[in-house]
């Protein structure tokens, strides 16, 4: 079946070639879909005929959020400790060891609930691609069953057993670095992507995060990283020497980091959500994109420091307190996404893409920064089947 979508007022089709901008905006503009993919972009007035029509009346089309970075393999919430912070209480990386305990002692069926649970919040809100770590089972078993989870509802899936150390290793950090790159490892390897390091004082330094990634690597894992979240340190120049898809957080770079990621291929991940949840300062966007890095947003989304599903509330306060105009924020949330994790067939609106799609309830995609909080959603397609 094929559908024809006319009369879209604005589309983003982050296809330079296909509009203005690096958004690729066309206005008056139809689509056409075909079976799960793109068949057709251009003027409403010269578009196909198709098996359906819908008409946009005027409201505007973007590509389905890409949403890079979240861990949604967990248990139980984090409602007190947040209650806590936010009487004054600073964060710290402890706090994930409370859902660590969680997750351990829920069974399959309730993590895989929650998991779908989450997914169709974020469906709801536009997110047609999600990746999703493990990182609350800090067991051989636990990690690899979250993601054998995971694995069932998205090919993005991260490994991510170097979250914090297990607390059965509080005494022996070096010893949970060797079951991290060895029979853990061995056991998430089949379910996992990518592999991933929280390289953050309390977490892990710079030589066991590059233990943790190099053995992934030798795994065929794809590296990212944690990195220059809660302070400086070797995260991102780790990050752009491995070669990796993304560093995420880069809230606190030095100018040698900025340059790194502007002279590389590694995309700067930003996680506003993240530092709203703790009231600490935003990641500098302006800063990377006028240096010429290639920036991401994404949600972030977990239980402890940023529990948002929220693409469109990233992008309205990317726009706000990071310095990104809502063209930049709308893009690194779609296009920025997919090159995050080095996909080419999400993000865009082009022939031969995958048709992730989403209709807004508004004529502009400016709307997500400038209505925020306002449900705009109004149709979303994941590979041409309306979803929500
Ligand atoms: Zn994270």
Not at 15 to 23: F, K, S, V
Not at 234 to 255: F, I, K, Q, W
């Amino acid at each position: 079946m094929s559908l024809l979508i006319s009369n879209i007022g604005s589309l983003v089709t982050n296809d330079p070639a296909l509009g203005t901008g690096p958004l690729g905006l066309l206005a008056d503009a139809a689509v056409v879909v075909d079976g799960a993919t793109v068949a057709w972009v251009g003027p409403s007035a010269a578009a196909p005929a198709a098996d359906e029509a819908l008409d946009a009346a005027g409201r505007a089309l973007l590509p389905g959020f890409v949403d890079s970075h979240s861990h949604l393999v967990f248990a139980g919430d984090r409602t007190a400790e947040f209650n806590a912070r936010m009487s004054g209480r600073a964060y710290g990386a402890g706090g994930i060891r409370t859902t660590v305990a969680a997750t351990r002692a829920a069974s399959d069926a309730e993590l895989n609930a929650n998991l779908t649970r989450y997914l169709a919040e974020m469906l709801r809100q536009g997110t047609t691609t999600a990746e999703v770590k493990s990182g609350y089972g800090l067991s051989t078993e636990d990690e690899a069953r979250s993601l054998r989870i995971a694995a069932g509802h998205t090919e993005e899936t991260t490994y991510l057993g170097a979250h914090v150390v297990a607390p059965e290793y509080a005494d022996d950090p070096a010893g949970y670095v060797d079951l991290v790159t060895g029979a853990m490892l061995d056991a998430c390897a089949p379910y996992a992507r990518w592999v991933d390091v929280f390289c953050e004082r309390g977490a892990f330094d710079g030589d066991q995060a590059r233990a943790v990634l190099t053995a992934g690597a030798a795994r065929g894992l794809l590296p990212r990283v944690h990195a220059n979240q809660l302070g400086h340190g070797p995260g991102v120049r780790l990050a752009v020497e491995l070669g990796a898809a993304s560093a995420d957080h880069c809230t606190h770079l030095t100018d040698a980091d900025v340059a790194a990621l502007a002279g590389s291929d590694t995309v700067a991940t930003l996680l506003p959500g993240a530092e709203f949840s703790t009231r600490a300062p935003y990641p500098d966007a302006r800063r990377l994109l006028d240096a010429g890095a290639r920036v991401a947003l994404s949600t972030d989304c977990n239980p402890g420091s940023s529990f948002t599903s929220s693409m469109p509330f990233c992008v309205a306060v990317a726009v706000r307190e990071m310095g990104m105009t809502p063209d930049e924020a709308v893009h690194a949330a779609t296009a920025g996404g997919a090159l995050a994790l080095r996909r080419t067939d999400v993000g865009r609106i082009a022939p031969g893409a995958r048709a992730d799609l989403h209709l807004l309830d508004a004529p502009s995609h400016v709307h997500l920064a400038y209505r925020p909080g306002v449900p705009l959603t109004a149709v979303v397609w994941q590979g041409g089947v309306r979803r929500a």
